[in-house]
């Protein structure tokens, strides 16, 4: 079955970066949008960045200019760089996949944490 594997969280001090892997394996036909939601403590899960098969990467106004969407069709995987990192920024970070395989469906990694100190 398709799997959904993050990588690259970790605790950081404010104004630090990190980069979130995010690799898809199993039988995939086609990968469609590919993004990264987040959820923090008591809060509902929000999407952070989005990117589609081809054309512009979105973002969520919290993170525009902070964090870059990208992704390597070759080898499946989407990527986060986060830089200036905030202590808002700590969260679970989920990674998301809309993949084709017998059919189209919707798949979420197993989150990575993100915790960002004072």
């Known amino acids: 079955q398709v799997q959904l594997v993050e990588s690259g969280g970790g605790l950081v001090q404010a104004g630090g970066s990190l980069r979130l892997s995010c690799a898809a394996s199993?039988?995939?036909?086609?990968?469609?949008?590919m993004a990264w939601y987040r959820q923090a403590p008591g809060k509902q899960r929000e999407l952070v960045a989005t990117?589609?098969?081809?054309?512009?990467?979105n973002y969520a106004d919290s993170v525009k200019g902070r964090f870059t969407i990208s992704r390597d069709n070759a080898k499946n995987t989407v990527y986060l760089q986060m830089n200036s990192l905030k202590p808002e920024d700590t969260a679970v970070y989920y990674c998301?996949?809309?993949?084709?395989?017998?059919?189209?469906?919707?798949?979420w990694g197993q989150g990575t944490q993100v915790t960002v100190s004072s």
């Open positions: 998301n996949a809309d993949i084709t395989i017998y059919y189209r469906s919707e798949y």
């Open positions: 199993g039988p995939i036909v086609s990968i469609n949008a």
């Open positions: 990117i589609p098969a081809g054309g512009r990467a």
